[in-house]
């Protein structure tokens, strides 16, 4: 599954190498004025900015610790993919970046509830810190009909 998930991410990237730039950005994340995108869209492909687990329209975190923060994150990309005409279902790689390693299990039991099929094809490292405190920060890459 790995395998044909990885030829359709050369597919959509060979697509979209033909096409211009679209830099999605929503009303809440123009009020932060921050310096990045929600979303560039390139043909049909949808790449998010990293998401931490900052509640909607602000830089608070989410309560709850890692489980909270993993929770508001996934929900945040959920959000920007619904938004950008994506959805979960469509996404064909995440990054994902931790403060602590050793939280990378209960990042993963909260993960696997938005992916409950197949799986994307990921990446997981731990950083020294994330923007805002955060525990943690996942980027993803969508499909987008």
């Known amino acids: 599954m790995l395998g044909k998930r990885i030829v ?14 679209d830099y999605l950005v929503s009303e809440e994340a123009k009020a932060l004025d921050l310096p990045f995108s929600d979303a560039v869209r390139v043909g049909n492909l949808l790449v998010l900015s990293g998401q931490l687990g900052n509640l909607p329209g602000t830089t608070e975190l989410a309560p709850g610790g890692m489980a909270g923060e993993a929770g508001q994150a996934m929900e945040n990309i959920k959000a920007i993919l619904e938004r950008n005409g994506s959805s979960m279902d469509k996404v064909v790689k995440c990054t994902v970046m931790l403060t602590d390693i050793a939280e ?7 993960y696997v509830t938005y992916f409950p099929g197949p799986k994307p094809a990921r990446s997981a490292f731990a950083a020294a810190g994330l923007a805002f405190g955060g525990k943690v920060e996942v980027e993803c890459w969508a499909s987008v009909d």
Do not use: D, Y
């Open 8 to 21: 359709i991410l050369g597919l959509i990237l060979a697509a979209a190498s033909a096409q211009s730039a």
């Open 104 to 110: 990378w299990p209960a990042f993963n039991e909260v």
